[in-house]
Protein backbone atom coordinates (compact mmCIF):
# COMPACT_ATOMS: atom_id res chain seq x y z
CA UNK A 1 0.00 0.00 0.00
CA UNK A 2 1.13 3.53 -0.67
CA UNK A 3 2.12 5.80 2.12
CA UNK A 4 0.02 8.59 2.78
CA UNK A 5 1.45 11.84 4.46
CA UNK A 6 -0.50 12.81 7.97
CA UNK A 7 1.11 16.14 8.18
CA UNK A 8 0.61 18.27 5.03
CA UNK A 9 2.04 21.73 4.29
CA UNK A 10 -0.68 23.79 2.49
CA UNK A 11 1.02 27.15 2.67
CA UNK A 12 3.61 29.34 2.19
CA UNK A 13 3.72 30.93 5.45
CA UNK A 14 3.96 27.22 7.85
CA UNK A 15 7.21 26.78 4.98
CA UNK A 16 8.06 30.55 6.19
CA UNK A 17 7.53 29.89 10.04
CA UNK A 18 9.74 27.24 9.80
CA UNK A 19 12.85 28.28 7.50
CA UNK A 20 12.78 31.92 8.62
CA UNK A 21 16.25 33.96 7.26
CA UNK A 22 17.03 36.43 5.09
CA UNK A 23 15.19 36.31 1.42
CA UNK A 24 15.77 39.73 -0.45
CA UNK A 25 18.81 39.14 -1.31
CA UNK A 26 17.96 35.65 -2.83
CA UNK A 27 15.17 37.64 -4.94
CA UNK A 28 17.35 40.08 -6.01
CA UNK A 29 20.02 38.09 -7.91
CA UNK A 30 17.33 36.71 -9.79
CA UNK A 31 18.91 38.53 -13.45
CA UNK A 32 15.73 38.56 -16.48
CA UNK A 33 19.08 37.86 -19.00
CA UNK A 34 22.40 36.08 -19.22
CA UNK A 35 25.50 38.86 -18.11
CA UNK A 36 28.58 37.88 -18.58
CA UNK A 37 29.17 36.12 -15.42
CA UNK A 38 26.74 33.24 -16.00
CA UNK A 39 27.55 33.09 -19.58
CA UNK A 40 31.52 32.18 -18.52
CA UNK A 41 29.99 29.43 -16.25
CA UNK A 42 27.23 28.19 -18.87
CA UNK A 43 30.00 28.15 -21.38
CA UNK A 44 32.11 26.00 -19.15
CA UNK A 45 29.32 23.46 -18.02
CA UNK A 46 29.56 20.66 -19.68
CA UNK A 47 26.60 19.13 -17.80
CA UNK A 48 23.09 20.19 -17.27
CA UNK A 49 19.96 18.95 -16.40
CA UNK A 50 16.23 19.91 -18.47
CA UNK A 51 13.14 19.95 -16.79
CA UNK A 52 9.88 20.73 -19.53
CA UNK A 53 6.56 19.86 -18.63
CA UNK A 54 3.50 18.91 -20.46
CA UNK A 55 0.07 20.38 -21.43
CA UNK A 56 -1.32 18.09 -18.17
CA UNK A 57 1.28 19.08 -16.13
CA UNK A 58 3.58 16.33 -15.91
CA UNK A 59 7.37 17.22 -15.35
CA UNK A 60 10.08 15.43 -16.87
CA UNK A 61 13.54 15.99 -16.06
CA UNK A 62 16.49 14.87 -18.22
CA UNK A 63 20.21 15.06 -18.38
CA UNK A 64 22.43 16.86 -21.44
CA UNK A 65 25.74 16.71 -21.46
CA UNK A 66 28.82 17.36 -24.10
CA UNK A 67 32.24 19.14 -23.76
CA UNK A 68 32.16 22.95 -22.21
CA UNK A 69 30.49 25.24 -24.39
CA UNK A 70 28.08 22.64 -26.11
CA UNK A 71 24.98 25.54 -25.21
CA UNK A 72 25.80 28.53 -27.15
CA UNK A 73 24.99 31.90 -25.18
CA UNK A 74 23.49 33.65 -28.75
CA UNK A 75 22.61 37.11 -26.79
CA UNK A 76 21.87 37.61 -23.64
CA UNK A 77 18.60 36.89 -23.72
CA UNK A 78 19.14 33.71 -25.71
CA UNK A 79 20.88 30.23 -25.28
CA UNK A 80 20.97 27.25 -27.57
CA UNK A 81 21.39 23.70 -26.87
CA UNK A 82 21.80 20.82 -28.95
CA UNK A 83 19.81 17.71 -29.54
CA UNK A 84 22.35 14.52 -29.54
CA UNK A 85 21.40 11.08 -30.34
CA UNK A 86 19.57 9.74 -26.95
CA UNK A 87 16.53 7.44 -25.97
CA UNK A 88 14.13 8.39 -29.34
CA UNK A 89 11.54 9.00 -26.76
CA UNK A 90 11.53 12.87 -27.56
CA UNK A 91 9.98 14.11 -24.00
CA UNK A 92 11.65 17.16 -23.79
CA UNK A 93 10.63 17.94 -27.55
CA UNK A 94 7.09 16.64 -26.32
CA UNK A 95 6.60 18.86 -23.73
CA UNK A 96 8.50 22.10 -25.09
CA UNK A 97 5.83 22.11 -28.04
CA UNK A 98 2.93 21.23 -25.81
CA UNK A 99 4.16 24.11 -23.24
CA UNK A 100 7.31 25.58 -23.84
CA UNK A 101 8.61 26.05 -20.40
CA UNK A 102 12.17 25.04 -19.95
CA UNK A 103 13.98 25.43 -16.33
CA UNK A 104 17.38 24.02 -16.88
CA UNK A 105 20.61 23.67 -14.05
CA UNK A 106 24.23 24.18 -15.24
CA UNK A 107 26.84 21.68 -13.49
CA UNK A 108 30.78 22.90 -14.31
CA UNK A 109 32.98 20.01 -13.00
CA UNK A 110 35.03 20.61 -9.41
CA UNK A 111 33.09 23.86 -8.84
CA UNK A 112 30.46 23.03 -6.00
CA UNK A 113 27.49 26.15 -7.48
CA UNK A 114 25.34 25.78 -9.87
CA UNK A 115 23.95 28.14 -12.55
CA UNK A 116 19.93 27.97 -13.05
CA UNK A 117 18.20 29.37 -16.37
CA UNK A 118 14.39 29.43 -16.09
CA UNK A 119 12.22 30.61 -19.48
CA UNK A 120 10.37 29.93 -22.86
CA UNK A 121 11.81 26.94 -25.24
CA UNK A 122 11.41 26.03 -28.82
CA UNK A 123 12.74 23.05 -31.24
CA UNK A 124 14.15 24.92 -34.62
CA UNK A 125 16.17 23.68 -37.02
CA UNK A 126 18.38 27.04 -37.98
CA UNK A 127 21.28 25.23 -40.29
CA UNK A 128 23.49 27.83 -39.22
CA UNK A 129 22.80 27.71 -35.59
CA UNK A 130 22.93 23.94 -35.52
CA UNK A 131 26.58 23.84 -37.16
CA UNK A 132 27.78 26.44 -34.37
CA UNK A 133 27.15 23.37 -32.56
CA UNK A 134 28.50 20.18 -35.03
CA UNK A 135 30.96 17.68 -33.11
CA UNK A 136 32.72 15.40 -35.24
CA UNK A 137 31.13 16.55 -38.08
CA UNK A 138 28.03 15.32 -36.99
CA UNK A 139 25.75 18.44 -37.17
CA UNK A 140 22.29 18.12 -34.85
CA UNK A 141 19.12 17.62 -36.34
CA UNK A 142 17.41 20.31 -33.94
CA UNK A 143 18.39 22.50 -31.15
CA UNK A 144 16.36 23.78 -28.50
CA UNK A 145 16.36 27.60 -28.47
CA UNK A 146 15.74 29.14 -24.65
CA UNK A 147 14.21 32.68 -23.95
CA UNK A 148 15.74 33.42 -20.65
CA UNK A 149 13.32 35.00 -17.82
CA UNK A 150 15.55 34.12 -15.24
CA UNK A 151 19.07 33.61 -14.85
CA UNK A 152 21.20 33.27 -11.04
CA UNK A 153 23.70 31.39 -9.04
CA UNK A 154 22.30 28.97 -6.63
CA UNK A 155 25.28 28.38 -3.61
CA UNK A 156 26.88 24.85 -3.54
CA UNK A 157 26.02 23.37 -0.33
CA UNK A 158 23.85 20.33 -2.33
CA UNK A 159 26.84 19.40 -4.08
CA UNK A 160 29.18 19.67 -0.88
CA UNK A 161 26.77 17.30 1.05
CA UNK A 162 26.73 15.07 -2.11
CA UNK A 163 30.52 14.76 -2.22
CA UNK A 164 29.98 14.80 -6.18
CA UNK A 165 33.25 15.69 -7.09
CA UNK A 166 35.26 13.40 -4.42
CA UNK A 167 35.18 10.07 -6.29
CA UNK A 168 37.72 9.03 -3.75
CA UNK A 169 34.30 9.33 -1.14
CA UNK A 170 32.10 7.71 -3.15
CA UNK A 171 30.41 4.25 -1.85
CA UNK A 172 30.91 0.96 -3.16
CA UNK A 173 29.10 0.06 -6.93
CA UNK A 174 28.95 -3.44 -6.69
CA UNK A 175 25.61 -4.85 -6.70
CA UNK A 176 23.69 -2.04 -8.85
CA UNK A 177 21.73 -3.13 -11.55
CA UNK A 178 23.14 -2.30 -15.18
CA UNK A 179 21.54 -0.74 -18.03
CA UNK A 180 21.10 -3.78 -19.76
CA UNK A 181 19.37 -5.68 -16.54
CA UNK A 182 17.09 -2.72 -16.25
CA UNK A 183 16.40 -2.96 -19.69
CA UNK A 184 15.36 -6.46 -20.31
CA UNK A 185 13.39 -6.24 -16.59
CA UNK A 186 11.30 -3.17 -17.62
CA UNK A 187 10.86 -3.61 -20.94
CA UNK A 188 10.74 -7.11 -21.18
CA UNK A 189 12.92 -6.97 -24.17
CA UNK A 190 13.55 -10.59 -25.20
CA UNK A 191 17.34 -10.56 -25.90
CA UNK A 192 19.64 -12.63 -24.08
CA UNK A 193 21.81 -10.47 -21.54
CA UNK A 194 25.00 -10.80 -23.03
CA UNK A 195 23.74 -9.41 -26.85
CA UNK A 196 22.00 -6.39 -24.64
CA UNK A 197 25.54 -5.25 -23.13
CA UNK A 198 27.45 -5.32 -25.87
CA UNK A 199 24.86 -3.86 -27.90
CA UNK A 200 25.11 -0.66 -24.95
CA UNK A 201 28.50 -0.95 -25.27
CA UNK A 202 28.83 -0.31 -28.29
CA UNK A 203 26.24 2.26 -28.17
CA UNK A 204 28.52 3.96 -25.44
CA UNK A 205 31.83 3.55 -27.43
CA UNK A 206 30.85 4.35 -31.10
CA UNK A 207 27.69 6.16 -30.91
CA UNK A 208 27.86 8.96 -29.13
CA UNK A 209 27.51 11.33 -31.97
CA UNK A 210 25.67 8.98 -34.55
CA UNK A 211 22.72 7.69 -35.05
Known amino acids: MAYVATDIVTSED ?13 QAKILDHIDPLCAAWIERSTFLVMSTVDAEGRVDTSPKG ?26 SFRNILQ ?16 VRVNGVAQ ?6 LRERMAIKGRVPDFAILVRVEEAFYHCGKAVIRSQ ?14 TYGE ?13 EMERRLKHNDENRLYDE
Open 164 to 177: LWKPEAAGPVDGLP
Open 66 to 91: DPAGFVKVVDRHTLAIPDRPGNHRFD
Open 99 to 114: TGRIGLVFLVPNRNEV
Open 14 to 26: EIRAVLSGEFASQ
Open 123 to 128: VVRDLE
Open 182 to 194: ALLAHAKVDVPLD
